[in-house]
Nanobody, 119 residues
């Protein structure tokens, strides 16, 4: 069993910062990608940022220069530092762990953490 648990959401004013954390536990393979997705009310879930175990990162254009994803491989933990937050960043942020082994893909999701950017 694999568990993925997020923390760090909350309410912040526009221009503020938040740091999200996500810890994965259980049967974790060494080759994997961890990432953050978000879902705003009435919209589809979208990718925010991903990072591989080799520390290769990918960001959606709307957060480039404002958000930074990082990870601690030893602790199977991923972080999302969010700066210069905007109201359109509001949503439920989900942590994702994707693992590949023997040609199969295993995907695990956290329960989500709410981020609200409002004055």
């Amino acid at each position: 069993q694999v568990q993925v648990v997020e923390s760090g959401g909350g309410l912040v004013q526009p221009g503020g910062s938040l740091r999200l954390s996500c810890a994965a536990s259980g049967r974790i393979f060494s080759v994997n990608t961890m990432g953050w997705y978000r879902q705003a009310p009435g919209k589809q879930r979208e990718l925010v940022a991903t990072i591989t175990n080799a520390v290769i990162t990918n960001y959606v254009d709307s957060v480039k220069g404002r958000f930074t994803i990082s990870r601690d491989n030893a602790k199977n933990t991923v972080f999302l530092q969010m700066n210069s937050l905007k109201p359109e960043d509001t949503g439920v942020y989900y942590c994702n762990l994707e693992q590949r082994r023997s040609g199969a893909i295993f995907t695990h999701w956290g329960q989500g953490t709410q981020v609200t950017v409002s004055s």
